[in-house]
């Protein structure tokens, strides 16, 4: 038994905190920061649960402090040389800059012999589905956690976890939650794992830049759809991100997005474009950090969807996509399910 | 030449800019804040990951003038200040543990995991957790920096302020302790 692959795995899905988890942190680094005449730190202790909720009602004061020393040192930061801290990205082409920054201050998962890339997520998708009494047609808008584990070495299988969460929309659940759905690829293709094929990759501009476009070609929808299906999965290779986002920035049709929210509910900013057919799709970026969080694709209009059982109508606003929560290396996969599915890839 | 925009700065910039900017230091905050949460949720619960977090960087900014320069990579220096903040709460880290070791805590409290429903994983987490509680400090500290943060031997010596040799055999001591608790579950 491999006694650190055990301590990897122990409470490994604790998810990283989100923007809301680190409100009072935050607002208690930015309330010091304001007062550099203070000589010992602020204390904010959250131990129990029923006093955290006290304090969040209390940090409304804190937090509208804290704002006010924002204000202030971004004030102060206008006077000096450097750029103001917190200007929201003016355009798509800025966003994508920034993003490109932040990805190159990120390290690359590079597994070693015998571990794992483990990827987790959340993705928003719908579910089109007849109800087998009354045959009436039924659609859904679910979510589901997903995870994933790519090897590193060739030859060995990789598993995918699912498990639906939740679902908006008249689908019993029983037709939409399946359990912990386990399905383990095994292929003898190099090229078929996205680990080995990111990898293939280079990661300067030019030549990402020359690589897509031998592979979608030059017309710039195309270009950004297989783009965008590579930066979802280079979240596990920021470098070759941040080409990938210097390359989206020179893509005609791009906008900027100040509001978006990926499938976890983490509110971004987006860089988007429209695809046709009622349908834009988006890049969503952290407003703070421009770290990469998902990806999602929005109707513009109500979309009829058609399939061997009806037509199914998705009215416009409804936004499908998957969000990134972490990217980690593993020792090994974990358990499998004795009901996983398993499915082998031809070469 | 300009200083790199505060995005792109690595964190021996920022923090060397914050010395007379402080707001900089906000952008290591939001650079590392998440993943050190984390880290401090798996060893004392999200309840009190928070309260960690604030202490920690807290703390980071109070002694930024200390930050050796040279190191791109802030994490070490983060994590071995955040070791000294959970230190702090040692008492709770391990009744927590024995807790769950026990049974005795809902382990949905801990994780809200799905892959604690396995009877499999409970078996092996509970003596593993009980083998964690029985570490000394600095072997926990030590063998926790690899396993979860996945800190470097040499990164952890920074973190911890130690020599390199004493990374590898707290290490050592650690991994032997967490296999024979494990061991004595297969054969349990």
Partial sequence: MDEMRELGHLWADTSEATERDLTIARAALMSRIAR???????????????????????????????????????QVGLGGQEAPLGAPPASAQVLLERAARAAAGQRDLVPGPGQYVHTKTRVQRMLHTQNPSTKQLLTALVTADEERWEPADPGKPWLNRERAESATGPVPR???????????????????????????????????????AAQAGTDPLRMWSELKQL????????????????????????RLIPDAVDAAGRPGIAV??????????????????????????????????????????????????TAVLTADLAAGLPEVSAKASRLRIPC | MAEPAIAEAADDDLIRRSLRDPEAFATVFDRHAPALHRYAA??????????????????AFEHRHRYRPGQADARPWLYGIASNVIGKRRRRELARYRAYARGG???????????????????????????????????????????????????????????????RSRLNRARNKIRQALEGTDHG
């Fill in chain 1, 272 to 321: 988007a474009m429209e695809e046709g057919k009622g349908r834009r799709s988006e890049l969503i970026f952290d407003r703070r950090t421009y770290r990469y969080l998902g990806e999602r694709t929005v109707n513009t209009t109500d979309v009829q969807v058609k399939t061997p059982g009806g037509v199914y109508t998705t009215p416009k606003g409804t936004a499908t996509g």
């Fill in chain 2, 105 to 167: 805590l809902d382990p949905a409290e801990i994780s809200g995991a799905r892959v604690e429903d396995g009877v499999g994983t409970l078996a092996v987490n509970r003596p593993l957790v009980a083998a964690l509680a029985g570490l000394r400090a600095g072997d926990r500290d030590t063998l926790l920096l690899v396993a979860w943060v996945g800190l470097s031997y040499e990164e952890v010596a920074v973190a911890l302020d130690i020599p390199i040799g004493t990374v």
């Fill in chain 1, 36 to 74: 550099p005449e203070r000589r010992r730190p602020l204390r904010f202790r959250l131990a129990h649960a029923r006093r955290r909720y006290t304090l969040r009602l209390a940090a409304v004061g804190v937090l509208a402090a804290a704002l006010t020393a924002v204000i202030i040192a971004a």
């Fill in chain 2, 42 to 59: 798996r060893r004392l619960g999200r309840d009190s990951a928070e309260d960690v977090v604030s202490e920690t960087f807290l703390s």
């Fill in chain 1, 174 to 212: 029983w037709l939409w939650d399946k359990g912990v759905e386990d399905t383990l690829y095994e292929s003898s293709c190099p090229g078929q794992r996205a680990y080995v094929r990111l990898s293939a990759w280079p990661t300067d501009v030019e030549g990402v830049r020359a690589k897509l």
């Fill in chain 1, 231 to 254: 930066v979802a999965e280079s979240v596990v290779r920021p470098s070759l991100s941040a080409a990938l986002f210097q390359v989206a920035s020179g893509l005609d049709g791009i």
